[in-house]
């Protein structure tokens, strides 16, 4: 066996280096390199064991520059903190692994200025596609990926993009029958903690709480509604401040399950109990959901379906890059479990 000399500059390294350490041919080297078929598991298995024996690392974005693929794609999102993302990663990785493609990780930490500097950075040979989840600032390079024609897929995004493609989830539809189960147990006053308002998923969740009231005749009283960010202290925050209310609701529906946790906690806080008190009610369907006390009723997003489809998509627009555009709209599903009930007073 070879042993790399200390200092060695990898870049030295050829696949023809590699292909004598692993005793095959420099075009079954190439083939491995590059992902390709028709190579025998054992000569794989030996090839990539001399990458790693030789110290080589395959200089992705000079190959990309070059004509070929870097058989990466480049996922944005906005932080790593949330069971949501996970999902949707979970469903991403799968289907990428399947493709034998990496992936590119970058977390904007919800700063537009970094989520720009990434996608330049990511769309200058380092990947050959790229997904976006929930992205803040997608105006400032949708048009120039589309002139380019660049491969891209945004995920759980409506209202920014009507010419690229997306995979999102009927967000309406989950507000109005989260909405609508609530008023059919009675419930009148239903508080709403929406998302972030600057994306197009919150404002669909919140015409669907609205649409449902209207269909019952009830008023939409913008006491009840309380902006948020997806993140569990906005959920806290804004059930404090429905709780105040001298007719306070008796059940909160909150834009994600990170929000109806931290309403459970400011319920708690209160002294008040839940489901007899005050009702509750999530989106997303995360795995923690079924995990807390009382089990929270949510309206379930097929998070990792998502996930799967959009990289489907994307490794379509990757092979054909004139392929026309879709635009997908999973549906969502109310899951009931145990954080709702009629109200004690059914004429609330």
């Known amino acids: 066996m070879r042993v790399k000399k200390r200092g060695q500059n990898e870049d030295r390294i050829t696949i023809i280096d590699i292909g004598k350490e692993a005793g095959v041919s420099y075009a079954t080297v190439s083939r491995v390199i590059n992902n390709k078929g028709n190579v025998n598991p054992e000569s794989r298995e030996r090839v990539l064991r001399a990458m790693t024996q030789l110290g080589y690392v395959a200089n992705t974005q000079a190959r990309s520059l070059a004509g070929g ?79 380019r024609k660049f491969p891209y897929v945004l995920i759980d995004h409506q209202g920014i993009d009507e010419l690229g493609p997306s995979v999102g989830a009927s967000n309406w539809q989950g507000g109005y029958d989260a909405t609508n189960y609530l008023i059919e147990l009675g419930h009148r006053r239903i508080g709403f ?56 609701p008796t059940a909160i529906f909150a834009s994600n399950d990170m929000m109806a946790f931290g309403v459970m906690d400011a319920v708690r806080e209160e002294g008040l109990s839940i489901p007899k008190d005050i009702s509750i009610i999530g989106f997303d369907d995360i795995l923690q959901s079924a995990n807390v006390h009382p089990r929270l009723t949510t309206v379930r997003q097929p998070l990792e379906q998502m996930g799967r489809v959009a990289t489907t998509m994307l490794l379509e627009l990757i092979n054909n890059p004139d392929r026309q555009p879709e635009k997908l709209e999973l549906a969502t599903e109310l899951i009931i479990r145990e954080t709702c009930q009629p109200p004690l007073n059914q004429n609330d």
């Open 69 to 147: 693929r870097s058989y990466v794609v480049g996922l944005l999102v906005q932080d790593l903190g949330t069971g949501y993302i996970g999902e949707v990663i979970r469903g991403i990785d799968d289907e990428l692994a399947k493709a034998q493609y990496n992936l590119m990780l970058f977390t904007t930490h919800r700063r537009k200025v970094k989520e720009s500097l990434f996608v330049t950075t990511l769309t200058q040979g380092s990947s050959d596609g790229l997904l976006l989840v929930l992205p803040r600032n997608a105006v400032a390079y949708l048009d120039s990926l589309r002139r």
């Open 193 to 248: 903690i929406m998302g972030t308002p600057e994306l197009g998923c919150s404002q669909r969740r919140l015409e669907g709480y609205k649409a449902a009231l209207c269909h019952h005749n009830l008023p939409v009283d913008p006491a009840l509604i309380q902006e948020g960010d997806f993140y569990q202290p906005a959920g806290f925050k804004g059930g404090v401040e429905l709780l105040k209310l001298a007719n306070r």
